[in-house]
């Protein structure tokens, strides 16, 4: 059974930074593509960051360029998210998700953790 | 940027009703666009892949259709258990992008 599994929220001070991470099970981790989706309260989806199945390729939402780093460590089967210089607007459910078929990027998202929620206020 | 519209934004429709949503992206996507069903509080959940193939298990009232730019969603006839926000999501690897629609909030009339 595939399980996602992201930890690492909480309440953070604007301007602070944060690593989430997503330990995944019940499948290859190494052959599949990852990304991380948010959803602020009340509000809809917005993909944010994903990573090549062998970590060798990391992409990001535009508007969130220069704040994230996205990795992996397949030993471990986790994925992760550093974010910097937290601003109110980041404050949402972070999810991570799987991509549908192995090695390809641009695809759908099968499996998708419970998320993790950060809340950046002061 | 590739931009998402949904419509209509909610809906209310009694048990056993067609229920029909679209998605329209602001340029051609081919048939990249996928489908999920959100309930209150939880994960999103993968509908259906590449507009039209129904993912393993979902029940198969649930259809969708369409190419290009126009995409349809369609629940042939509405169970309680439906009740959910719908998202469609298109992606693209030349730049890379995942774009999701505003969401369509379908009730219980």
């Known amino acids: 059974e595939v399980q996602l599994l992201e930890s690492g929220g909480g309440l953070l001070q604007p301007g602070g930074s944060v690593r989430l991470s997503c330990t995944a099970s019940g499948f290859t981790f190494s052959s599949y593509a990852m990304s991380w989706v948010r959803q602020a309260p009340g509000k809809g989806l917005e993909w944010v960051s994903g990573?090549?199945?062998?970590?060798?390729?990391?992409y990001y939402a535009d508007a969130l360029k220069g704040r994230l780093t996205v990795s992996r460590d397949s030993s471990k089967n986790t994925l992760y998210l550093q974010m910097n210089s937290l601003r109110a607007e980041d404050t949402a459910v972070y999810y991570c998700?799987?991509?549908?078929?192995?090695?390809?990027?641009?695809?759908?998202?099968?499996?998708w953790g419970q998320g993790t929620m950060v809340t950046v206020s002061s | 940027d590739i931009q998402m519209t949904q419509s209509p934004s909610s809906l209310s429709a009694s048990v056993g009703d067609r229920v029909t949503i679209t998605c329209q992206a602001s340029?051609?996507?081919?048939?990249?666009l996928n489908w999920y069903q959100q309930k209150p509080g939880k994960a999103p959940k993968l509908l259906i892949y590449?507009?039209?193939n129904l993912e393993t298990g979902v029940p198969s009232r649930f259809s969708g259709s369409g190419s290009g730019t126009d995409f349809t969603f369609t629940i042939s006839s509405l169970e309680p258990e439906d009740i959910a926000t719908y998202y469609c999501q298109q992606y693209d690897n030349l730049p890379i992008s995942f774009t999701f629609g505003p969401g369509t909030k379908v009730d219980i009339k």
């Open positions: 590449d507009a039209s």
């Open positions: 998700a799987k991509n549908r078929q192995p090695y390809l990027f641009g695809d759908a998202f099968d499996f």
């Open positions: 990573i090549s199945a062998s970590g060798g390729s990391a």
């Open positions: 340029h051609d996507i081919s048939k990249y």
